[in-house]
């Protein structure tokens, strides 16, 4: 596998359930993002990780729970979300302090909340 | 927070130069970027400009910045129907936010 993967790629959940979204990176970087792309709407920051601590929250609603186990993994969990929230969820890395500060993405999740 | 507007449409045909504008307005803005989103997959980075570069050109693409008027441009020469997509322009002050556009769809006709 190279750069950054995404599964799974398709998710149709009921408002009640708990689901997790998995982004890998293996391109070694120590930084990775969280985006929501929603239609008609820039793309969406929702968290940063750096070195496995989050740095940044642009007011999620708590439905959404990141974790980082390790630099090279990060997942968002999912419970009780809206269809609202239905959007293609965009995992990116980048090499902090490294200029151009470029990001690398996954491919996405694209995710439906019926 | 801070803006990026690009244009959402632009239809060109195959062999002629695209265009794609983009306006930012945080004066701070040390990197813009260019990046690319074809059907069904990530973003993908084309290109990127320092803030104290007015122009750089990479094959058949070339940025222009005119930071007096927080001006950004891509163009493309010999636009292909493999350009097809969705470009998206972005901006950075500090290494973690990019602040994107909207985006803007470009469509390369025959």
């Known amino acids: 596998e190279t750069g950054v993967t995404q599964t799974p790629r398709h998710l149709v959940m009921g408002m009640t359930n708990k689901k997790s979204l998995k982004c890998e990176q293996h391109?070694?970087?120590?930084?990775m993002y969280w985006y929501k792309q929603s239609a008609k709407k820039p793309l969406e920051l929702m968290f940063v990780y750096s070195l496995e601590e989050r740095v940044e929250n642009n007011s999620v609603p708590s439905r959404f729970s990141p974790e980082c186990p390790n630099s090279s993994h990060l997942f968002l969990h999912l419970h009780t979300l809206q269809p609202e929230d239905s959007a293609l969820y965009l995992c990116?890395?980048?090499?902090?302090?490294?200029?151009?500060?470029?990001?690398?993405f996954g491919p996405g999740t694209r995710l439906t909340v019926t | 927070g801070e803006d990026v507007e690009q244009s959402l449409f632009l239809s060109v045909r195959e062999g002629d130069s695209s265009v794609i504008n983009c306006t930012y307005t945080?004066?701070?803005?040390?990197?813009l970027y260019w990046y690319k989103q074809e059907p069904g997959a990530g973003l993908q980075l084309l290109t990127y400009?320092?803030?104290?570069?007015d122009m750089k050109q990479d094959q058949r693409l070339t940025v222009l910045l005119n930071k007096k008027d927080k001006h950004l441009s891509l163009r493309i020469a010999d636009t292909q129907t493999g350009d097809s997509a969705i470009y998206f322009c972005a901006e950075s002050n500090s290494g973690y936010a990019l602040n994107f556009g909207k985006g803007t769809s470009l469509l390369v006709t025959p």
């Open positions: 391109l070694g970087h120590n930084a």
């Open positions: 400009i320092f803030s104290n570069m």
């Open positions: 945080d004066s701070s803005s040390t990197y």
């Open positions: 990116a890395s980048s090499q902090e302090n490294q200029s151009p500060y470029e990001q690398y």
